[in-house]
């Protein structure tokens, strides 16, 4: 099979490529989802995962927000070719503040405008495309609302707030907690993302949408992500108690991840010690 990640260059995206020894469409590899020319290069693909988006979430950036991450879209879906795979990057944030009523988030959370920015709307409309383009044009299609997918640093690369943490561990930099640490996230290594692409296409599935994250047994308050850090590391994490974040909206978050071990059967396979690990693995990059 043949695989194109979008974004094949990006955090995420470039431990992906190497995963599936994949092409990468980016823009630092000189293709744009605006371009209606580079976009025909996805006809060549048995299997396209798109990443590629602009993560902006300033009010500023709506606009880019919505051309890259909607349209860009579209112009990629008109061309899968039929019979094919396409695999859909969303976000868990697309549920905004209604995710705070379940202690473990499942698909059927409302997903009504809740003070989401651009970024999360974007990709929810963006969904609905994904839906209309793999149903009318016949290729299976799967979405994946992420939950906090971490990778090892890259260069080039913003990282998330896990793997900001633990660059910071690493040099000796200020950690600031949002709602002093509480909060508590499900973590997901890359690597058991990549595993679920995989899953996906290896099924009979022809359109899925899935929750995806670490689940409960990956699960904990923020302060502990970071002492799990120091432990692993046997580094000593500096916090920045004088400059503290505000509390998110969700608090937390836990991903019920139900429903794609029943379609996929799939489960994360990396613990959070063994993942957290590979973040401070100068051979993990």
């Not at 930099?173 to 692409?197: E, K, Q, T, W, Y």
Request: contains cysteine.
């Amino acid at each position: 099979m043949k695989y194109l990640v979008t974004g094949g260059s990006g955090f995420l995206g470039s431990r992906v490529k190497e995963h599936f020894d994949a092409n990468d469409f980016s823009r630092r590899n000189n293709r744009d989802l605006l371009n209606l020319y580079d976009v025909q290069t996805a006809s060549d693909y048995d299997v396209v995962i798109h990443l590629a988006a602009h993560l902006d979430k300033s009010p500023e950036a709506a606009d880019e927000v919505f051309l890259t991450n909607v349209d860009g879209t579209v112009n990629l879906l008109k061309n899968v070719r039929e019979g094919c795979v396409f695999i859909f990057a969303s976000t868990k944030d697309v549920y905004g503040r209604f995710a705070d009523n379940y202690r473990e988030v499942p698909e059927n959370c409302p997903t009504l405008y809740s003070d989401q920015s651009a970024l999360e709307w974007s990709k929810l409309i963006a969904e609905r495309y994904v839906e209309y383009y793999s149903h009318v044009r016949n290729f299976r299609s799967c979405i994946f609302r992420m939950s906090t997918v971490y990778a090892p640093l890259s260069e080039g690369n913003t990282p998330n707030f896990v793997t900001h943490y633990a660059d910071m561990i690493d040099k000796g930099g200020g950690i600031r907690l949002p709602g002093g640490g509480r909060p508590i996230r499900d973590v997901l290594h890359v690597d058991d993302f990549s595993a679920a692409c995989g899953a996906f296409v290896g099924s009979v599935i022809r359109h899925g949408l899935y929750n995806l994250g670490g689940g409960r047994e990956n699960a904990l308050p923020l302060s502990e992500l970071v002492e799990t850090m120091e432990e692993v590391s046997g580094l000593q994490a500096v916090i920045d108690k004088d400059h503290p974040l505000p509390d998110p909206a969700p608090l937390d978050y836990v991903s019920d991840l139900t429903l794609v071990r029943q379609e996929l059967d799939w489960t994360p396979k990396m613990g959070i010690k063994e993942g957290l690990a590979t973040l401070f693995d100068r051979n993990a990059a």
